[in-house]
C-alpha cells in the first residue's frame, strides 16, 4: 500500500509548482500581469527562485503562486500542498496548533497557511458572520470522549467544540484542539464581520477579541 503523502508533489518544490502549474494553466502559461498566454520562458540560474518564468510581452517576471493563495508567502509550495491536504482529508478539522507541531515553525507563518487555506473553501454561503451592527453568539462545550485519552473530572478528556450562533441567522460548530486563544480566536475573526456585536461569557480568551475585531459584549 502507497501513502497519498508519498507523492513527489508533497516533497519536493519543484515537483509542486510542476504539479500545480498543470492544473492552473491546463490551457497554456498565463501571465498574470498582462493576461498573455503561453509568450514567456523560464528563467534560469544559482540564484533564481523555483517556477520564475519572464513574459515577453510586459517583460515582467511571474510565477504560478501569483494571483492565488500562495502568493506573499515564504512557505515552500510542497509545505503548502501538505497542509491543504491534511485540512481537506481532516473529517473533524485541524487546528492551528496541530498545524503548528506538524510543519513547526511559528504560530504566526503557520496561522496564515491555515486561514489562506480555509479562506480559499469558502462558498458564498459561507460568508462572515454578523455585520452591520448583527449580534453574533460565541460558546463552546465538550462532547464525547477522546480516543486513549483516561476519563477524568471535567471535560478534559472530550472533544472541544466552538459554536458560533447569528441572532436569526445560521450556527458554525467548529472542533478545536483546546479553547485557549489560540485556538479560538482565529476562528472567530475568520468567521465574523469586523462590524458584529459579539456576546460571549467572561472567560479571560474574549476581551482581547474587541481590541482588533469586533465589538464584544461579555
Not at 473533524?92 to 480555509?118: A, D, E, N, Y
Not at 453574533?136 to 462532547?143: A, F, M, P, R
Request: aromatic share 8%.
Amino acid at each position: 500500500m502507497k501513502s497519498t503523502l508519498s507523492a513527489d508533489h508533497f516533497h519536493s518544490e519543484v515537483a509542486a509548482f510542476e504539479y500545480v502549474e498543470a492544473r492552473l494553466w491546463a490551457n497554456g502559461r498565463v501571465c498574470p500581469h498582462c493576461g498573455v498566454v503561453d509568450n514567456s520562458g523560464a528563467l534560469k540560474g544559482k540564484t533564481t527562485r523555483v517556477g520564475l518564468y519572464k513574459c515577453y510581452a510586459c517583460r515582467k517576471p511571474f510565477t504560478v503562486r501569483m494571483g492565488t493563495i500562495f502568493e506573499s508567502s515564504h512557505v515552500k509550495l510542497n509545505i503548502w500542498l501538505q497542509a491543504i491536504y491534511l485540512l481537506c482529508s481532516s473529517k473533524k478539522g485541524i487546528s492551528t496548533r496541530q498545524l503548528q507541531r506538524t510543519f513547526g515553525g511559528s504560530m504566526k507563518t503557520v496561522w496564515f497557511l491555515g486561514h489562506r487555506i480555509r479562506e480559499a473553501m469558502r462558498t458564498g454561503e459561507l460568508a462572515p458572520m454578523g455585520g452591520a451592527g448583527g449580534i453574533v453568539e460565541i460558546d463552546e462545550t465538550y462532547i464525547g470522549r477522546k480516543a486513549g485519552v483516561e476519563m477524568t473530572r471535567g471535560g478534559h478528556h472530550k472533544n472541544a467544540v466552538l459554536t458560533l450562533v447569528e441572532r436569526g441567522g445560521a450556527a458554525r460548530s467548529f472542533h478545536v484542539e483546546s479553547v485557549n486563544k489560540d485556538d479560538v480566536l482565529p476562528i472567530v475573526r475568520g468567521n465574523i464581520e469586523r462590524e458584529s456585536h459579539v456576546m460571549t461569557d467572561e472567560a479571560s480568551r474574549y476581551p482581547s477579541l474587541g481590541m482588533s475585531s469586533p465589538n464584544t459584549t461579555p
